[in-house]
């Protein structure tokens, strides 16, 4: 059907008024499961998805009348995004949509880890008075390692401005990027001078399993340690190992290799993980707040009106 859009997760109204307003129909089915999308996916247009299965080259064969696919988020892993344009589709992200929602969450995470928040309200609420046990560390002076400045490494960047530290930021994929928030250095510079790291990449076939037991090794100093990206890019044993060894001296994970219960539960590393304090979990929500639930929607719509009816 020409011009007609199958929405299979929860989505902002947003996106369905500017898209209905563009000269789109919609069918908005968020409940609707891999093996129903399959059946009917050659009668539509555009694929509006999130992170609900894998649109996978399989899939994407049974799409005979698809031309192009918003993913509702900024990570675009759970497309075959190569087999995709191979076919001529477009394809669509919103990173604009939620990265102020990530550089908020790891500014969160950085100062509780380093001001031990989490652990001393739990030791209040049990009767505990300890003040040395939990002193904490300031941020001001410190070196800021960023990996990957694309739109959440930058508005990470930004948040860190008003803290008094030297940012400095490794991009594989750009040059010449540095701006009033980070200077851009190699990856030898960010290993030898930082005290936080935070990763802020994709995940691709090179950065899977990117940080592990040889990738802290190399760090100069102990770090904080921050992953915002995705699960997979962290080996969540050597993250526990460099703990142990004092190569990293707290860790903001929102993401993990294995996320969701029962799965997450059965990993050989969680109940170290669990027990761990210093380590700090979010349950993949850093890009996930009531604002950009709604500016996500509108920045994929704007860019749905960019590429205009066919």
């Given amino acids: ?22 000269g789109y129909t919609i069918d908005y089915r968020p409940d609707m499961k891999l093996e129903g999308a ?63 929602a990530v550089g908020e969450h790891a500014m969160g995470m950085l100062l509780s880890l380093m001001n031990n928040f989490n652990r001393a309200d739990a030791e ?30 930058q508005a990470f960047a930004k948040r860190l401005s008003g803290f008094d530290v030297e940012v400095i930021a490794f991009d594989k994929y750009k040059t010449g990027f540095s701006d009033r928030y980070a200077r851009e250095v190699s990856m ?4 030898k001078h930082s005290d936080v790291l935070s990763l802020h990449v994709p995940l691709t076939r090179e950065t899977n399993g990117m940080v592990d037991d040889e990738y802290f090794f190399h760090f100069r100093k102990p770090i904080f340690f921050l992953n915002l990206a995705r699960g997979k890019v962290v080996k969540t044993q050597a993250v526990l190992n460099a703990i142990k060894q004092g190569k990293v001296l707290g860790a903001g994970l929102d993401v993990l290799e294995v996320e969701k219960f029962p799965a997450l539960a059965e990993q050989p590393w969680f109940d170290e993980l669990r027990a761990n304090g210093k380590l700090l979990l979010s349950p993949h929500v850093g890009g996930w707040t009531f604002e950009s639930y709604r500016k996500i929607s509108e920045v994929m719509a704007q860019k749905l009106g960019e590429i205009g009816l066919a």
Wanted: aromatic letters at 8%; one cysteine or more; hydrophobic letters at 40%.
């Fill in 1 to 22: 059907m020409k011009n007609h859009i199958l929405i299979v997760d929860d989505l902002h109204p947003a996106f369905m008024e500017q898209a209905r307003a563009l």
């Fill in 38 to 100: 399959a059946e009917i996916i050659n009668n539509y247009d555009g694929l509006v998805i999130r992170s609900k299965f894998q649109v996978d080259k399989a899939f994407l064969d049974l799409a005979t009348n698809l031309r192009f696919i918003c993913r509702a988020g900024a990570g675009m892993d759970n497309i075959d995004e190569d087999y995709a344009i191979s076919k001529g589709l477009i394809l669509i992200n919103a990173p604009e949509g939620n990265r102020d």
């Fill in 124 to 153: 209040v609420r049990d009767g505990k008075w300890l003040r040395e046990e939990n002193r904490g560390y300031e941020l001001k002076g410190r070196t800021v390692g960023i990996i990957g400045y694309g739109n959440m490494g």
């Fill in 188 to 191: 030898e510079q960010i290993v």
